[in-house]
């Protein structure tokens, strides 16, 4: 039976996935080299794609990694040489705190319960911190910062660096990248691809200032700024890249132009405020996240009164795969994946079947 | 046209690719969670193929990286607090000295022009180092550092850490696990895969050492050892793993193994010796490589009279692919890779093409 998946990463596989893996390798992409020109256009087709997309501009490259994790990681080392500053509300907020603590930053923490959100007033930056982290979408617990409450944070610290993890969001939110300094993603949730790749855009100002500081503190050797900024100057990587995964990227990126991104999130808006209607008007089911401009749009979590593991096993055997909560809210709530890969009508017959449980 | 391809990496797919690709498009394991028995199975079955096609005792963990570049970083980070030691001789033995270097270390270098070899007895290891970082086959000049060398080298310096480089020979050099702490390759060479993934074997001495420094050293926050070692006890990686690019891992090797290591690896040799004797006995091909114990069985280096731009051109027209040389010999060299994707008939075929031109 083949399976239809609302879980928020590995998630369902955008439908035209398979026609571009076929592409991919009846041209035995994955065989060119990766100094070779062909390999470049393919690199700048999708870099290209994802520029359109996302709406930015020259001033950012947009940089390939292993995974968003590691963006964690290039980010601190590009951008702090000793102090940063986290919003954290949840698990993957938090590991980008505890990235910092590992490289030996100081770390600075300002902490909510999971379920909770930010507001830019609320915020006070610590003086000395070069780097605001903060999370668009916190995956685990179904919050989102509105991107005009991170736009506004920026413009009351204009002096800070500010990093947006939309991991499980992009291209939902509209940035603006005059404003913002950074911001990351990986394939393998609102883009429905397998996972092993992440995106990185970044702007000329980080990559000064981790040329300004490498003498003095390391900024780490594999993907370091300078040297992958230099690489992708000429649409190349400094290490062999996932030319498989950039290949499906860019092609994905274009499928989702031809929609047009205006439309593409105006179905991602409609489609979770279907999920949110369910869960508010069905017995047994409530939004973890209370204040609406807190809810995501993309991962929808709900409190369940009956344990979550009945309802996943329940609704497998219709062939609907919902995720489970996250750490202490895994037997308790559901997690529900809202991205661009499941339709409409997926999605209503997702939530028909879960009212008829 | 279909092409067979020669080069180095990403290199010629292995015949069985497609099929594989195909079993795990057709299950979605693209949408599986991370965190499932589902994956944790898949993963496990990826680790004992490759712990029993490679000998690997469980004394070592068989750990996921982005890149085999990775691996450079991360073996640093766990096993150097102050001072590392490079045997150099090409482009990506060299980089493994660099990121020595930009992580802040002390990196000793025992240096040989390209093309050149070492054995044990010529090297003096630094008082201090705490690793010797070792090339087996040094992909940019077609050496390789014979494996009864390298072991000897340990054997000669028992308290130091020594790490294999087998990005481009892997599962071609016999290493003994008992003697050697760690090793590392990627798929898109001998493994015959897409790009996009690491394969890390280390010790547990190293996970120590990375514990013992890392109150007083950063160790790294993405992929850092302790925590790499502590999810690859339950089969899982800290971040999402490239699922696609494990899993086809796991079935080539399955392959390699129902064939038999020492079958895959007298084939390369077989192959390899009919490579040599073509460049031997054919007016305008040279071996780069001249002492036989340092010719690489995994890609082969010859000096061409005429510029290897037109022997790449005409052999493309003819379906066949082979690499140019790295860097300086780009212009006056051919790479060809040796690999079991490529069958003894095409290597017959390539080589009967070649001595057409």
Redesign the interface.
Known sequence: M??T?F?P?????YPT??QH?KTF?EN?L?????RSQQYRDLHKFTVDQLRTLLNVPDTHAILF??????A??RI?FSTVELESFHLVNGSFSKKFY???N???KYAHLFEKPMGEGFTADEIAVPEYAELIATTHNETSSGVQMPVAEIHKLKQKNPSKFIAVDMVSSAPYPALDYSIIDTAFF?V?KAFG?????GVWIVNERALEKSKSIRNTY???????LPTLWKNAQSNET????????IYLLGKIAEDFNRIGVQNVRKETEHKAGLIYDFIEKTAGFSAFVKEKAFQSQTVIVADVEVPSADIIKNMKAKGI?I?SGYGAGKATQLRIANFPATSLQQTETMLHELGKL
């Open positions: 083949s399976l998946f879980t990463g590995p998630a369902h596989l996935f398979e893996l390798v035995q994955g065989s060119i080299s990766h990694l292993g995974s968003a994790s590691e964690w990681e601190l505890d990235y910092s590992a490289l030996n990986s393998q691809l397998p996972a092993g790749l390391s900024i780490g050797a594999h993907n370091d400094p290490a062999t890249p996932n030319v498989m995964g795969v995720g």
